[in-house]
T-cell receptor, first 112, second 114 residues
């Protein structure tokens, strides 16, 4: 299995609070991605990183920010959590090109 | 922007029957195409990928997919379904730009009846 760890695996938080999810990799892959999975929508890209301190927005980036200060860590922050951000969040890593992306086990976030 | 369409949010087959999961993509250039599988409460696992070396791609667990450029399709098949194949399947396409990000279809849940 690819060395990719998400933490926490489960979290319940209150509306309006900030939340940070962590993705840690031991594969030294250049590319890292945050997706959210919701029924009927598949996986939608939130943000991605193509190197340390190099990040860009995906299709559903509103309300989220990211940071990558080290190759191995990619943080996703919900600045002020809302109920619409209740979802399962997946981190993925890739070497780029025509190589596969490896996925973490996911973080189930519930905003109440 | 690229998009992926998976026809049928749920597909039900009998054990031993043919599995066919459909995927169509929009692309004006040869894409990178992938099929992933997700078992309950787990992350996604790669089944197979299209590399342009061959139009018929074989993957794990007896699955294969055929790239048809004229139909912009990349359907997933398995000759004989097994109970353990019950899962959700996602087709994905790479943008082909420098981000290499994947665009996913909405997924197809495969149910296998005994």
């Amino acid at each position: 299995d690819a060395g990719i760890t998400q933490s926490p695996r489960h979290k319940v938080t209150e509306t309006g609070t900030p939340v940070t999810l962590r993705c840690h990799q031991t594969e030294n892959h250049r590319y890292m991605y945050w997706y959210r999975q919701d029924p009927g929508h598949g996986l939608r890209l939130i943000h991605y990183s193509y190197g340390v301190k190099d990040t860009d927005k995906g299709e559903v980036s509103d309300g989220y920010s990211v940071s990558r200060s080290k190759t191995e860590d990619f943080l996703l922050t919900l600045e002020s959590a809302t109920s619409s951000q209740t979802s399962v969040y997946f981190c993925a890593i890739s070497k780029g090109g025509n190589t596969e992306a490896f996925f973490g086990q996911g973080t189930r976030l519930t905003v109440v | 922007a690229q998009s992926v369409t998976q026809l049928g949010s749920h597909v039900s087959v009998s054990e031993g029957a043919l599995v066919l999961l459909r995927c169509n993509y929009s692309s004006s250039v040869p894409p990178y195409l992938f099929w992933y599988v997700q078992y309950p409460n787990q992350g996604l696992q790669l089944l197979l990928k299209y590399t342009s070396a061959a139009t018929l791609v074989k993957g794990i667990n007896g699955f294969e997919a055929e790239f048809k450029k004229s139909e912009t399709s990349f359907h997933l098949t398995k000759p004989s379904a097994h109970m353990s194949d019950a899962a959700e399947y996602f087709c994905a396409v790479s943008e082909g730009d420098s981000s290499y990000k994947l665009i996913f279809g909405s997924g197809t849940r495969l149910l296998v009846r005994p």
